[in-house]
């Protein structure tokens, strides 16, 4: 059987499609974005740290009927519940945490300035920013994990009570020698909590199967250790928005939407994304 040879022009159409498809992927935002990574300092921050980490503690006390109490009693009597915040040295959570987001931002190319070398940032000729650590906050609580064995049609719920702590942080970004005032105002919060499990078990003695689960709960270590994530993880999220920031200045006017980027400075990945990671606060 001889096969027929395939029209010309079928050929010429879609080798134009598919090149045009190929192009057309590549939109003006991520050719903006894959320029501002390939620059060696495309900004300049001068990074302000917060002197102090606000505490916040939700345990309510057994024995003890808060609502009876003076506010300033009331509030110490919830802060001696806390298994981790009442012993959290401000200055070493701070160090950690502030490390965390100096070494993502270092790590994405970005030169950082602290606050006692302020002249040498004034004199950067890179865009500059600063940005200020407005405010730490942790907040500790009970969280409950509930869940159902749906083992020998047993439709009990299981409840695992669990220490959870929030890790709040604001962020005023403001760029230098600007015309106009731009003064945002950021919001992160990252949640870490005890490791928690829990499962239908054979116990051999009794020839019976229980519930059993096992919490492994945070240390003062592991806080310190998390502070240094959750830093380097802001610092990754202040890159996109300065990189973001960098792209919709350099955009060319246009009536459409205009896409989002993350970089990760570690895999060299750069990728669409829906969301910057920060809660503007309106000033």
Request: overall charge negative; charged content about 20%; some cysteine.
């Amino acid at each position: 059987m001889k096969l027929k040879p395939v029209c010309r022009p079928f050929l010429i159409f879609t080798l134009v499609a598919l090149l045009s498809g190929i192009f057309t992927a590549c939109s003006p935002e991520r050719r903006l974005a894959r320029q501002f990574v390939t620059l060696k300092e495309p900004v300049t921050v001068l990074l302000v740290s917060p002197d102090i980490v606000y505490k916040k503690s939700y345990k309510v006390p057994d024995s003890v009927d808060i609502s009876l109490l003076p506010e300033n009693e009331a509030e110490a009597a919830l802060f001696f519940q806390t298994r981790l915040l009442q012993f959290t040295n401000d200055s070493i959570f701070i160090n950690d945490f502030m490390q965390g987001v100096v070494s993502a931002l270092h790590s994405a190319g970005i030169k950082v300035y602290a606050a006692d070398s302020s002249l040498r940032f004034i004199q950067s000729e890179t865009p500059a920013y600063i940005i200020n650590v407005a405010q730490l906050q942790l907040e500790e609580y009970y969280d409950s994990l509930i869940t159902s064995p749906d083992i020998f049609n047993d439709d009990q719920l299981y409840v695992i009570y669990y220490t959870a702590i929030n890790m709040n942080s604001w962020y005023e970004l403001s760029r230098l020698n600007s015309e106009s005032s731009n003064r945002q105002v950021l919001f992160n919060s990252k949640t870490v909590q005890d490791f928690v499990e829990g499962g239908m078990r054979y116990v051999p003695i009794s020839g019976d199967y229980k519930f059993m689960s096992t919490v492994d709960s945070l240390t003062m270590s592991d806080l310190y250790e998390l502070a240094g994530h959750v830093g380097f993880l802001n610092g990754s999220q202040l890159y996109d928005y300065l990189m973001n920031a960098w792209i919709r200045q350099h955009l060319p006017k246009q009536s459409g939407p205009i896409k989002m980027f993350s970089y990760n400075p570690i895999s060299g990945e750069l990728k669409r994304s829906n969301d910057s990671g920060f809660t503007p606060i309106n000033n």
